[in-house]
C-alpha cells in the first residue's frame, strides 16, 4: 500500500522533477547460493520496493528536519533500524 503524499505547511515537499526512480542502478540480485535472479517481476518488485523505501525515507528526513532534529542523528537511527531487521526465513530463526 502506498499512503498519499504529505504536504507540509502547504508548500509542495520534492521538486517536481526530482524523479526517485533514476538513484537507483540497475542491480544484479542474487540469491543465498550466488545465483543470479533472473525473473523479470521479481526484479521489478525489487525495484519497486526500494523506490517506496526511499521515498518514505525522504518524507520522514524532511519532517525531522523541518521539525528541527539532526540530521546525522536521523540517519543514525535509519541504519540501527535497518540493521534490525530480522529474516523470518532464515534458518536461524527456525
Known sequence: ?????????????????????????????????????????????MRENLIEIQRTCQDALEDAVLMGCDEHQFRAALTELVASLANPYSPLHS
Do not use: T, Y
Open 1 to 45: 500500500l502506498q499512503r498519499p503524499r504529505r504536504q507540509v505547511s502547504g508548500s509542495a515537499r520534492r521538486h517536481p522533477a526530482q524523479d526517485m526512480s533514476k538513484n537507483f542502478p540497475d542491480i544484479v540480485w542474487h540469491g543465498p547460493s550466488g545465483e543470479i535472479i533472473a525473473c523479470f517481476e521479481k526484479n521489478k518488485v
